[in-house]
């Protein structure tokens, strides 16, 4: 059998002018085909930056929701707008914000920062990071040591929240766990009313500036199997790499929707594009959660860590905990709120308009205690 080669060699000495034409025809068609390449790839990129496309429009459109930092002279929009709708702008948060958001460089980050995917390659990367104060410690220690049977090396971080030296005396003596009492300094006063829960995603804030593949655990939570790492890093691979599910990935479920436990004031800074979403979706649980240090995941953390330095955002007038449902925990208001967790769930509810895109399938290996 003749080889293409040799057939291709024997044609071009026969016949030097369909040589030529053939010759020209592989340039052209190459470059069709390169020019496809390039039109999809930039159909994806487009895709992937629409955040930072969209943030970009929104300052040569409204002008008014711009911040200009005194720092770094750099421009940030502070007003929210629904990913869904871009006529639908929240109202702005304070420019005073500006200087804490680099600081804990949620707005200023280096890029590029690493995919979600390009971070769950190294189970040891995972530092888990849970809070507690001095009437949670019985807990938090539980919590530490269901952690400490299945992962006795990792990383573990306590941030104490005014921690008395008692307790502190009591903690853990082992070499990967650390504890920081967070410092509330740099903060508004207010971010020391621990049951408005504006700790929580600061905290997020600051621990993920240092590490990249944050596993948040609160003190009320328990790893229940062994492994953990491992399945969520495969359920990640085979089944949440796509770009639309979140980085962000909650464990557990709460059992009512997001409109039971939402003050429609927080509506106001983030406009939500469907209320019947609101009310047939389920609100997840903001006390276990996976936070890779992502782009997507930042743009988050953008509007989650302003609403916990702004004064009504976190806190609407009237907000407290206790529910009274309804006749079913879906479609009717149980004047309660769930603070940081009722925020987290609007803007992933608002970005992704579907829980399962931010609700990891692994929660029967954690229990509440
Ligand atoms: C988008 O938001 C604007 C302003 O809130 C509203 O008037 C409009 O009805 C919304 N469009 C859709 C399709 O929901
Ligand atoms: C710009 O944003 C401000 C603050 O949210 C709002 O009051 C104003 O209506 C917006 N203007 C335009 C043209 O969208
Ligand atoms: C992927 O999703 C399917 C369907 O929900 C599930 O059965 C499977 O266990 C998941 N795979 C992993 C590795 O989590």
Redesign the pocket.
């Known amino acids: 059998m003749r080889s293409i080669g040799s057939a291709f060699r024997s044609f071009t000495a026969k016949n030097s002018k369909s040589a030529v034409f053939v010759f020209v025809f592989a340039v052209l068609f190459s470059g069709f085909l390169i020019s496809i390449h390039y039109t999809t790839s930039q159909f994806y990129q487009n895709g992937r930056r629409s955040f930072a496309r969209h943030r970009y429009t929104n300052n040569i459109i409204n002008q008014t929701c711009n911040c200009k930092s005194e720092k770094t002279g750099k421009v940030y929009d502070f007003c929210y707008t629904d990913p869904k709708n871009y006529s639908s702008v929240g109202k702005k948060f304070d420019c005073v914000h500006v200087d804490t958001l680099e600081r804990l460089e949620v707005l200023n980050y280096r890029e590029p920062l690493p995919t979600a995917s390009e971070l769950i390659k190294n189970e040891e990367e995972i530092v888990f990071v849970s809070t507690s104060s001095d009437d949670h410690y019985q807990h938090s220690s539980k919590s530490y040591e269901s952690i400490r049977k299945y992962y006795p090396n990792h990383k573990y971080i306590l941030y104490g929240l005014h921690m008395s030296p008692d307790y502190i005396e009591r903690l853990p003596k082992d070499t990967n766990f650390e504890f920081r009492q967070f410092n509330t300094a740099q903060y508004p006063e207010y971010v020391s009313q621990w049951l408005q829960y504006r700790f929580k995603p600061i905290i997020m804030a600051e621990v993920s500036k240092e590490f990249p593949n944050v596993w948040w655990i609160d003190a009320h939570v328990e790893m229940k199997q062994p492994n953990v790492i491992k399945r969520f890093f495969?359920?990640v691979a085979?089944?949440r790499s796509s770009d639309d599910f979140s980085s962000i990935t909650s464990f557990q479920n709460t059992g009512h929707s997001n409109f039971a436990v939402l003050f429609p004031e927080l509506l106001e800074y983030f406009p939500s594009n469907s209320l019947p979403l609101l009310k047939t979706s389920e609100q997840v649980a903001a006390g276990l959660i996976h936070i890779p240090r992502t782009e997507q995941t930042l743009q988050i953390f953008k509007w989650y860590v302003l609403c916990a330095l702004d004064e009504e955002c976190m806190n609407p007038p009237g907000a407290q905990i206790y529910c009274k449902f309804g006749p079913n925990r879906y479609d009717y208001f149980a004047n309660c709120f769930r603070f940081d967790q009722s925020v987290l769930n609007v803007l992933l509810l608002n970005q992704f308009q579907d829980p399962h895109k931010y609700l990891s399938?692994l929660g029967e290996m954690f229990g509440r205690m």
């Open positions: 495969e359920e085979t089944n399938e």
